[in-house]
């Protein structure tokens, strides 16, 4: 059985204090359907059930991009 996409668009006023853990600057992060992206170093982090996983280690880190600080 095959889930329905659903894409929940988180409060922008919560996305607007959201950073990146990874990052010592602590940029912010952008919304992309179901993630949320780092700009700076490109982890992808999982948005489950509307809630933000900001943990490094569940972030998707793009293979081609240098590691983050």
Request: charged share 30%.
């Amino acid at each position: 059985i095959k889930r329905p996409e659903i894409f929940v668009t988180l409060d922008p006023t919560l996305l607007s204090i959201l950073a990146c853990p990874a990052c010592d600057t602590r940029p912010p992060l952008r919304e992309d359907g179901e993630t949320l992206i780092c700009d700076r170093c490109g982890r992808i982090y999982p948005v489950r059930d509307g809630i933000p996983v900001l943990l490094p280690e569940e972030a998707i880190q793009p293979e081609d991009s240098a590691p983050a600080e």
